[in-house]
């Protein structure tokens, strides 16, 4: 059994910044991807940032230059650093992992979610 914890997420008025943390614990045997999806209400949700077990990282054009993803392999945790924001930013953040188990099966776990909510 994994667990995908995702913490970090509140309010803050437009142009702040905050810093989301995703830890993953459990059977895991090795983590490939790691990365973060938001989803606003009334629309689906969309891929904010990803981080590859190379450490390549991709980014949403709507987050270029704003946002950084990053990880922490030994503690199996991703962040996700979010400056200048934007009301438009605001959303539930979700964490998604591919991971591997002991018995060498491959798998995509997602976290509970932290509202991330940008207003003034």
């Known amino acids: 059994q994994v667990q995908v914890v995702e913490s970090g997420g509140g309010l803050v008025q437009p142009g702040g910044s905050l810093r989301l943390s995703c830890a993953a614990s459990?059977?895991?045997?090795?983590?490939?991807?790691m990365g973060w999806h938001r989803q606003a209400p009334g629309k689906e949700r969309e891929l904010v940032a990803r981080?590859?077990?190379?450490?390549?990282?991709t980014y949403a054009d709507s987050v270029k230059g704003r946002f950084t993803i990053s990880r922490d392999n030994a503690k199996n945790t991703v962040y996700l650093q979010m400056n200048s924001l934007k009301p438009e930013d605001t959303a539930v953040y979700y964490c998604?992992?591919?991971?591997?188990?002991?018995?060498?099966?491959?798998?995509?776990?997602w976290g509970q979610g932290t509202q991330v909510t940008v207003s003034s």
């Open positions: 998604k992992i591919q991971y591997r188990d002991f018995s060498y099966r491959n798998y995509d776990d």
């Open positions: 459990g059977s895991i045997s090795r983590i490939y991807d």
């Open positions: 981080i590859f077990s190379s450490g390549t990282t």
